[in-house]
Structure formats: C-alpha cells, structure tokens
C-alpha cells in the first residue's frame, strides 16, 4: 500500500495512465468517459435543451401536481413537502433506514464511490487533482456532502474540493451544520450551506438568514423575496441529489436548472427509489413492507403517520428508470452506459442516474 507521502506520486502516475488511454489504470472512470464521449456524438441537436424551456418546465405555483397519491398544485406541494421534513429532520436517517432495511448507507457509499470526487481523468491538465465545485442539492443533512469531502480530501489527496449544501429546508440544513462540526477542520472549511428552492437557483440565501413568518403549525419555508445571491450559469462540477428529486413539484424544471449552473463536461448525478419490477417477488415484498410497516413504524417510533405514509406515496409516483432517464436526456444531458443510462442497485429498489452537460453547450 503506498504510503501518504507517496500517494501524489501515485495519483500522477495514475493520471500519465490515463493520458496515454490505459484502461487499467482508472477503468470504470475511462469507460465512463467513453461512453459519454461516444453517445455525445451521436445525440442530434434537437435532442438537446432549447433555449426556451417548453412550458411544462416553468414553475407554475397554479399547475396541478401530486403530494403522493393526492392531486395538489405545485405552490401546496412544495408548502407541504417543507412540513414533511421538518417534521423528520431530527430522524431522517432512522427514516431512511425503515424505508430501505438500512440499505441507504451502502448506496450512499456506492453513489460516491462512483462519482470519485476530487480525482477527474476528464482534465485536460497532467494533473486529475483539479478544483471542483460540488453542488448537493436537497443534501441539508450532509450525507452525501460529507462522502464527497472525506473521499476527496482524504482518499484522493485533493484539499481543492468544496461542497456546497442546498436545501429548501432550513430545519435539514440545520442538521446537517450541527453534525459538520465532527468533520476536520479543513473540511469544514470547504464546506458551506444556503437555503434554495432547486427550480430555481438564481435565488439563495445562506443558512441562517431571515425566514418566511411562521407559527408553530407552519414550518419555515424558502422565502424568495429575501434571497441575496444566484448560482451562476457554467459554475459547478458536480450536481448531486440523492432522495430529494422525488419530493419536487416541477423536476424538468429543477433538470433544467442543473444543465444551467453545472460548467460544460460536467455531471449531474442523482440516487433515488426506483421501481423493482424486474423481480415480481422482490417488488411485492418491498411494497408490502413500505405501505403497511412503514407508516405504522412511522407513528408508534415519531407519532408521525401522515409525514412516512407520503414519503411511501411518493416512491410508488416517482418516474420508471426508463421515464426518468428520458426526462434527464429532455433536459440536454447526454445519458449513456451499459445499462441504458440508469444503474439498478438492490434489483431497482434504488437506482444511479448520471447525465453528462455536452462539453460544447
């Protein structure tokens, strides 16, 4: 095993690898490169996003939309969402362990795994170790934003990777600061968390501004009057969002906004729940388990019914791998892999989509 003073060394060879086109140095980062490379040439431009965006991907607070199995618009989804989860930000991951049988960390390890951060054969420099912009988006908890640190800085040997935290949420951005003060200092450094609503990045706030009016029965919700400051078109690396797109009241719209602010050549890349189709008996027991265990658990551990009966309702509305990969590509990502551009992990109970934003956009 080489030794920390030796890793640059390593991680340079690595590189020259990579240059000189070795696949064996770096395979699936090659492969990954490839394929968009290869699909990127074959995409039309009319596959790609207009400069108008049609009018399904305009955030309209009228439009109708669904709040798991009920029929809302898109202003009452997005109210009722932030109810959702400051009612379970102090329990997110015992949620996430009831809706996955504690599978979500290992997906989580996976997804970032995958994605390497802080080490990118796409450099056009002899170097991987290249600064990057992560942008977590619906990341309040820091989940993910701390996987990418501690595999940036301290697998990849790469201090230049900073993660921005994005939530509509401040109740889950609030959880997610309290438990970034256990991470090193350095990597709190790079790290920074604003309040923003995904369908619409121009406007942000830093935690801990001044929010909407509440009342102790209407949680706290983003306020777009007192935003301060927009996330640039072509600024960041890496899009991710990992059990958030779901919750959405317009995703074209917030695909969208991903393909406007991630740089060309950049990625976007989400983890969610998908559908086990492909195995009846799987997907049948999953289903069991999430409709009639989930809620119950819900109310004997948090006394809270409503809040884990939507979050189930809402896995079962979410877009097929298929449906959702195609809306990705509507968005003018280029989508490519052997598996038809989506991974299934546990048999599609949850699923890997990436995109890639065209380098020539």
């Known amino acids: ?74 202003a009452e989804k997005r109210e009722r969402v932030a109810g959702v989860f400051t009612n379970v930000a102090e329990s997110y991951d015992r949620m996430n362990d009831m809706m996955s049988f504690g599978w979500h960390r290992v997906w989580k390890d996976y997804f970032v795994s995958s994605l390497n951060p802080g080490f990118s054969p796409l450099t056009s420099g002899p170097d991987p170790r290249v600064p990057q912009h992560i942008l977590d988006i619906a990341g309040g908890t820091g989940d993910i934003a701390f996987r990418m640190l501690h595999t940036a800085h301290a697998v990849n040997g790469n201090p230049d990777v900073r993660v921005t935290i994005s939530d509509i949420n401040p109740a889950m951005l609030s959880v997610g600061k309290q438990r970034s003060r256990t991470l090193p200092a350095s990597q709190q450094a790079a790290l920074s968390f604003v309040e923003a609503n995904a369908e619409d990045l121009t406007k942000t706030k830093p935690l801990g501004m001044s929010l909407s009016p509440t009342t102790p029965t209407s949680p706290p919700v983003n306020n777009s009057t007192t935003a301060t400051s927009s996330i640039p078109d072509n600024s960041i690396d890496l899009y991710t969002v990992a059990f958030g797109i779901r919750n959405f009241s317009n995703i074209p719209a917030a695909l969208r906004e991903a393909y406007r602010v991630l740089k060309p050549g950049g990625v976007f890349a989400c983890l969610e729940f998908s559908k086990a189709d492909k195995y009846p008996i799987l997907n049948a027991l999953y289903k069991e388990w ?23 309702e809402s896995i079962e509305r979410f877009p097929s791998q298929e449906e959702f990969r195609d809306m990705i590509a509507d968005a003018g990502f280029v989508v490519s892999g052997a598996n038809g551009g989506y991974e299934d992990l546990t048999g599609g109970v949850a699923a890997i989509h990436k995109g890639m934003k065209p380098r020539d956009a």
């Open 1 to 74: 095993m080489a030794t920390a003073a030796a890793r640059p060394a390593v991680l340079l060879r690595r590189a020259a690898a990579l240059k000189r086109g070795v696949a064996a140095a770096c395979p699936e980062h090659v492969q990954l490169s490839r394929s968009f490379s290869a699909a990127h040439q074959a995409q039309s431009q009319s596959q790609r996003a207009s400069a108008t965006n049609p009018d399904y991907a305009i955030p309209n607070p009228s439009r109708p939309t669904h709040f798991g199995f009920e029929t809302v618009t898109e």
């Open 290 to 312: 999430s409709f009639r265990a989930i809620p119950l658990i819900g109310q004997l551990v948090a006394g809270d019914r409503d809040s884990y009966q939507y979050l189930v």
